[in-house]
């Protein structure tokens, strides 16, 4: 069985270099300027291809989460796997 490269977008790329420390939905939004539906779409791929993590928010404290709802992506914080840093680096 081949193994396929998950081929990112700039877009995606642009993201996934945002979150080498986690941020919230809306950090992202205003450093990027990406379209809330953008943003949106690409962190669902970027989730999917497992180049980042969601977590979810409890006062100060934030912990990882396997369940995000995706309709809702703007109440979760965004961070890199290993996976992702790695796709950064080869880029």
Known sequence: ????????????????????????????????????GELRDDLIN??????IEAYERSGTKIALTSFYDSDNLQDFTFRATSKGLAEIKSR
């Open 1 to 36: 069985m081949s193994k396929r490269k998950k081929k990112i977008t700039k877009t995606e790329q642009q993201v996934l270099e945002k979150l080498i420390f986690p941020e919230t939905f809306q950090d992202i939004l205003d450093e990027t300027g990406l379209l809330y």
């Open 46 to 51: 970027l989730l999917s291809f497992g180049f």
